[in-house]
């Protein structure tokens, strides 16, 4: 019985420890704030469209039926400008842009150190990917979407798994965060 418990505390031990069955959590995939904005124009129109053509017509039904229809997009209107945290998404999105960037300041170090090298940047991810340990390594929630390099430059993309925006990072100015 004894030996049997030792092996089970073994085999979770192993299993917890797997790196292939334990994943990093890369949060939740966040909705772009513009996708808010539309939905908050379009919805003041749509409400909006509705509610005058209820005043023109002459019909009582209809009027009625229209101004009842009118509510939903005021309500979706309603809901988004006054119930979505939009200072948290913000927050958020920021939180993860600044992963991206971490990210690219390591391939810029890494990038930096073979140019010292070897006199040229680094176009491929895999090669660049064995350079990165003196760096901290890539963030396994952050993808590059680009690297370009030429013999006197390089540039590159990244975007984290749950944001919706891009970071550029360019060998001669940095990253576009601290741009603005």
């Not at 999105?93 to 300041?105: K, S």
């Not at 944001?163 to 360019?170: G, I, K, M, N, Y």
Request: net charge neutral.
């Amino acid at each position: 019985m004894r030996k049997n418990k030792i092996l089970l505390k073994m085999g979770l031990t192993g299993l917890a420890l797997s790196p292939t069955l334990v994943q990093a959590s890369c949060g939740e995939e966040i909705i772009p704030l513009s996708f808010y904005e539309d939905i908050s124009l379009y919805s003041l129109i749509a409400g909006f469209i509705l509610v005058f053509a209820a005043i023109f017509l002459e019909k009582k039904k209809v009027k009625l039926g229209l101004g009842v229809a009118a509510v939903l997009p005021f309500l979706a209107w309603g809901y988004v400008n006054f119930m979505v945290d939009y200072s948290k998404i913000q927050k958020t999105i920021f939180n993860y842009n600044v992963q991206a960037e971490a990210t690219l300041a390591n391939i810029a170090e890494a990038q930096e150190r073979y140019h010292s090298e070897q006199g040229a940047f680094i176009t491929d991810l895999k090669v660049l990917e064995s350079h990165l340990a003196g760096a901290h390594g890539m963030d396994e929630c952050v993808r590059i979407v680009e690297l370009n390099a030429s013999f006197g430059q390089w540039h590159a993309v990244a975007q984290h798994y749950s944001s919706p925006d891009t970071v550029r990072w360019d060998s001669t100015s940095g990253s576009s965060l601290k741009k603005g």
